[in-house]
């Protein structure tokens, strides 16, 4: 199986930055697709932004400018540089990584970012 681990969650001020990793371990055949999702209070899941493992990205449109995701594909890890922080970005982040031929889907258990209004 594989198993993500999500690190770099916390509390900031509006307008303040924060970098979140996750690495993949475990029985990884081919890692495909990593991204970063989140979910508010009272909201559905939503697509932050996608990696592939060429590199091509892809952002929601509230993040564009914003944020960045990059991946270290020798360690098996993807990041999201988060900057100029509002509120509205307040949610638990999921990591996601699609594996293997059959790009199978895994999720980690999420970290808490906070921005104070």
């Known amino acids: 199986q594989v198993q993500l681990v999500e690190s770099g969650g916390g509390l900031v001020q509006f307008g303040g930055s924060l970098r979140l990793s996750c690495a993949a371990s ?67 982040y999921y990591c996601n990584a699609k594996v293997g031929a059959l790009y199978q889907d895994y999720w980690g258990q999420g970290t808490q970012v906070t921005v104070s209004s």
């Open 26 to 92: 475990g029985s990884i055949f081919r890692l495909n697709d990593m991204g970063w999702y989140r979910q508010a209070p009272g909201r559905q899941r939503e697509l932050v932004a996608t990696i592939t493992s060429g590199g091509t990205t892809n952002y929601a449109d509230s993040v564009k400018g914003r944020f960045t995701i990059s991946r270290d594909n020798a360690k098996n890890t993807v990041f999201l540089q988060m900057n100029s922080l509002k509120p509205e970005d307040t949610a638990v």
